[in-house]
């Protein structure tokens, strides 16, 4: 197979139309059989549901060319049941984990040409979503619905290293307690824009958002989970109904306790004590980990040991062994790397 004539390394992330997506459609209660397309165009009803009431959910994760040449995707029977849970709490139909599982290989191997080689620090990111199809005027759930998977090349998401970030405690909430934060709904990024915009216009590069409830406690930025190492190098990640349960976090969590012999710990994460902590790093499928340098609290500043040049140690360790397993250098933990060819 001969690959696109890109420049892997500086694509960036933005979106890069490939040849073939995968289209099914939901109508009288059943989804139909789907397809690959080659039209990355979608033509619906003025209002249609999710254009109406925002009945949208979606997911995220990458193809990898490994090592040895294959191309794999890391856990995306994880991605199957969030969506799966996305698509509950929005009443919306479910499409089988199995047949999600599918369609994703089959997208990735129609756009075969577009998976970055091995070393190019590039990948091929994949897109599922699902929207509520037909039209909606009285509040209700649609009752027609497509789910489709684009797939875009994406450059090194550290372009000449990472750089740590620095972070503003935001004054926006992200997610209500008992409801939306802990799937992934379009609507949870639609209500951050806002906040972020405002966050990069006062020269910071991501938001912290607390717990709406007593806005004492962290809970994740815009689209990112945080990682905290203690001075004793214990892994500390928050717990929170209304967390986005990040798979890059969880993956981590365990290559933190069973390839490096870390202790870690899910639990409440108050504001007060993000001083105390060594490293901070926020993670998701676009960077794996990156570094945060520094927290701003209105004003109080916290610098984090590790400072603002530099990944910390723990954080680069947990970094090099999930990008290592996701690359085939490492071996991986039963079930983690999915092969499509
Ligand atoms: C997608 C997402 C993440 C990261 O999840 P991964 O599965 O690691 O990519 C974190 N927070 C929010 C709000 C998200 O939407």
């Not at 909606?136 to 497509?146: D, F, L, R």
């Not at 972070?167 to 609507?187: C, E, M, N, Q, W």
Request: hydrophobic share 35%; glycine share 10%; aromatic share 10%.
């Amino acid at each position: 197979m001969e690959k696109k004539n890109l420049d892997w390394a500086n694509i960036g992330f933005g979106y890069h139309e490939t040849d073939k997506r995968f289209v099914s459609n939901y109508k009288d209660g059943v989804w139909d059989e789907g397809a690959l397309t080659a039209d990355a165009n979608i033509v619906i009803n003025e209002c249609a549901g999710v254009l109406q009431y925002a009945q949208t959910c979606f997911e995220g994760m990458k193809a990898y060319t490994t090592e040895d040449g294959h191309i794999v995707t890391f856990r995306p029977d994880l991605n199957a049941q969030r969506m799966e849970d996305s698509c509950k709490r929005l009443e919306m139909p479910v499409f089988p984990k199995d047949r999600f599982v599918q369609a994703v290989a089959d997208v990735v191997a129609a756009n075969e040409a577009y998976v970055p080689p091995y070393g190019s620090g590039a990948t091929l990111y994949i897109r599922p979503y699902m929207f509520g199809s037909s039209s909606v005027i009285g509040v209700k759930p649609a009752e027609e619905y497509q789910f489709r998977i684009f797939t875009t090349p994406v450059g090194p998401y550290f372009k000449g290293g990472a750089k740590p970030l620095t972070i503003k405690v935001s004054d926006f909430d992200r997610a209500a307690p008992h409801g939306t934060g802990h799937i992934k709904a379009g609507l949870n990024y639609a209500m951050s824009l806002h906040a972020i915009i405002t966050a990069h216009e006062e020269g910071y590069d991501e938001n912290m958002y607390l717990d709406p409830g007593t806005r004492s406690k962290v809970e994740e930025t815009g689209g990112a989970n945080f990682l905290f190492v203690t001075k004793d190098n214990k892994v500390v990640t928050p717990k929170s109904g209304s967390i986005l349960p990040s798979i890059t976090r969880r993956s981590l969590m365990t290559v933190a306790k069973d390839y490096l012999g870390l202790e870690v710990e899910e639990r409440e994460v108050l504001l007060e004590e993000v001083k105390d902590f060594a490293e901070c790093g926020l993670c998701g499928t676009a960077a794996v980990i990156s570094p945060v340098g520094k927290v701003v609290d209105h004003g109080k500043e916290i610098v984090f040991p590790s400072g603002m040049n530099e990944m910390g140690p723990i954080t680069k360790k947990l970094y090099d062994t999930l990008t290592g397993i996701q690359m085939g250098r490492l071996e991986a933990p039963e079930g983690w790397i999915h092969v499509i060819k």
